[in-house]
């Protein structure tokens, strides 16, 4: 069981970027070696949906993979969603949706569940919670079975509820209060990014607002935000939306479609946020680290298509070692070891782009953030060219190729933006539309977002000075 700040990454921690970014091409490079992809002429995604009568929306993804079946449901509510004095409640019931059901009590149903499947889990964010399984083919009636009766039969223990709470209070003290990253870094970004909804809030909430999570509560949001017309199956593999469809008709088919949940969240203003300038020691950081965090409007991201222009665009500033600031900060200037990007989308509002480095241990903070700030700031005049542009849309289009060898790797990739907004047919042309993208696309957004009325926050997180 996980929380996901961003359902690619969980609790993303702004030096962590540098690393996975810079070794992402790699990545790509070493599964093309050892995968058996099949040949394929088509730039459509085998992607496709259906909604039953009761609302539960159902998407289909077939690949080349056989006998294998990644998927599971989802609901949309996260923290987002939380009342605002038990945010961290939807994380609580996801704990508690192991716990058993009327049903199966919690022994047997984890016995179940972890039997039948290669690799089973759950995770919260934001704007949605899933709960996720990768089994073969014929075992996959059995999850859906297990799933139909969690989301009506789930039995609320007092027992269970205390012993969760006091899991999550050491998970929030053991990830949060213990480490100065998320603490004082990661929290203070989702402040400076968002003032006034949920958003502003770690997915797992406060210890008071844990605390707060009585069984009345718990009850009245499972009974509330669990029902078909506010959840979706994804199942991606060795499937078709006709099987699909037979399947999960089986086994949620009867359930009552209850009343949709209309999500209202508060909107921060466009033109209004704080900057953070953050210098943080502690001696449970080893490195030099420096993040930079600059906001992306949501008219930017309004559909794939704008959404793939900004990736393309923040990979080719700093993600991996033919980016433009690897090339400078550590091949030319010799004043970093690594450099990373990473997008996060909410369903709602404005995204961030964190940009960060490890930088070198007798080098000047300044001299790197002013380097740092040189490039992004002229990244669309001086840095960005065609030859680039194609090099990061062939690194994006070969991962979608190898990932169809892979369903727990195309699910991730394709559940993001099934969570924010985008449609299935979209989904379905998202390599014509890559391979569509132009230059002079990338470069205007470019220039709204690399400028310094967008950055804001700037984080330098270190070792403790000599002597200090």
């Not at 490890?358 to 700031?377: A, C, G, P």
């Not at 690194?395 to 190729?401: F, G, P, T, V």
């Not at 230059?439 to 957004?445: D, F, G, I, P």
Request: contains cysteine.
């Amino acid at each position: 069981m996980r929380i996901l700040n961003g359902i690619m990454a969980a609790y993303v921690l702004f030096w962590t970027m540098a690393f996975v970014g810079s070794c992402r091409a790699e990545e790509a490079k070493d599964a093309a070696n050892v995968a058996d992809v099949e040949e394929t002429s088509s730039d459509t995604l085998k992607i496709d949906e259906a909604v039953l009568e009761n609302g539960l929306r159902i998407i289909a993804v077939h690949t080349n993979i056989k006998n294998v079946v990644t998927g599971g449901i989802g609901y949309f509510v996260g923290s987002g969603d939380d009342p605002r004095n038990v945010v961290g409640i939807s994380h609580v019931l996801e704990h508690l949706m192991f716990k058993g059901t009327k049903n199966l009590d919690g022994k047997k149903l984890k016995e179940i569940i972890f039997t039948y499947n290669k690799d089973s889990n759950a995770f919260t964010s934001y704007d949605v919670t899933f709960y996720m399984h990768t089994c073969k083919k014929e075992f996959l009636d059995l999850d859906l079975k297990i799933e139909a009766d969690r989301m009506q039969n789930l039995a609320l223990r007092e027992e269970d509820i205390k012993k969760e709470l006091g899991v999550v209070i050491e998970e929030r003290k053991m990830r949060t209060e213990s480490d100065p990253r998320i603490n004082y870094m990661e929290e203070s970004a989702w402040k400076a990014m968002y003032l006034f909804s949920n958003y502003s809030y770690p997915v797992i909430g406060y210890l008071d607002q844990i605390e707060a999570c009585t069984k009345e509560e718990i009850q009245k949001h499972y009974k509330k935000h669990y029902i078909p017309p506010n959840a979706f199956i994804l199942l991606v593999g060795d499937i078709t939306l006709e099987e699909a469809v037979t399947l999960v008709k089986k086994h949620f088919g009867a359930i009552p479609r209850g009343t949709k949940v209309e999500r209202k969240r508060v909107i921060d203003p466009t033109d209004v946020s704080i900057r953070y300038t953050m210098d943080h020691d502690s001696k449970q950081i080893t490195v030099h680290n420096l993040n930079m965090a600059y906001k992306i409007e949501r008219s930017l991201i309004s559909n794939l298509r704008k959404l793939k222009i900004v990736e393309l665009a923040a990979g080719i500033l700093a993600i991996g070692q033919g980016s433009v600031l690897y090339q400078n900060l550590v091949d030319k200037e010799e004043l970093a070891y690594v450099v990373g990007s990473y997008v996060d989308v909410r369903a709602f509002d404005k995204a961030r782009l964190s940009i960060s480095t490890v930088f070198r241990e007798n080098k000047k903070m300044e001299d790197v953030k002013n380097k740092m700030t040189e490039i992004i700031h002229n990244f669309s005049r001086t840095y960005l060219t065609a030859e680039l542009l194609e090099n990061e849309k062939r690194k994006m289009l070969d991962e979608l190729e190898i990932s169809n060898d892979n369903p727990q790797r195309l699910f991730m990739i394709i559940l993001d933006p099934i969570v924010n907004g985008y449609s299935t047919a979209e989904l379905r042309e998202m390599k014509s539309i890559i391979k569509g993208i132009k230059l002079e696309e990338v470069l205007a957004v470019a220039n709204q977002i690399f400028i310094a009325e967008n950055r804001i926050m700037s984080i330098y997180s270190h070792p403790p000075s000599v002597g200090s």
